[in-house]
Nanobody
Framework: QVQLVESGGGLVQPGGSLRLSCAAS????????MGWYRQAPGKQRELVAA???????NYAGSVKGRFTISRDNAKNTVYLQMSSLKPEDTAVYYC??????????????WGQGTQVTVSS
């Protein structure tokens, strides 16, 4: 069974920084793209950033230049370094990954979400 477990959320003042982590565990054969999504109250879930297995990245325009996504394939972990945080970054952040489990087909997996609140 494959699981994604996020950590690193919390309360931060505007202009501050946070680092989110998401570790995949279980019967994993290979992990392809990994990413972070967020969902603010009353809004649809949106892509924040994604990274391919080879390290190519993609960012939402609203976070480009402030957030950095990275991954450690040896640890099956993806990170999101968030800087210059704004109140509008407040949301539940979800980890997402395309994973092929051992002896199974590739599927999309989601973490449970971690709250990020940007407020003074």
């Amino acid at each position: 069974q494959v699981q994604l477990v996020e950590s690193g959320g919390g309360l931060v003042q505007p202009g501050g920084s946070l680092r989110l982590s998401c570790a995949a565990s279980g019967n994993i054969f290979r992990i392809y793209a990994m990413g972070w999504y967020r969902q603010a109250p009353g809004k649809q879930r949106e892509l924040v950033a994604a990274v391919t297995r080879s390290g190519s990245t993609n960012y939402a325009g609203s976070v480009k230049g402030r957030f950095t996504i990275s991954r450690d394939n040896a640890k099956n972990t993806v990170y999101l370094q968030m800087s210059s945080l704004k109140p509008e970054d407040t949301a539940v952040y979800y980890c997402n990954a395309e994973i092929t489990p051992i002896a199974d087909t590739t599927s999309t997996y989601w973490g449970q979400g971690t709250q990020v609140t940007v407020s003074s």
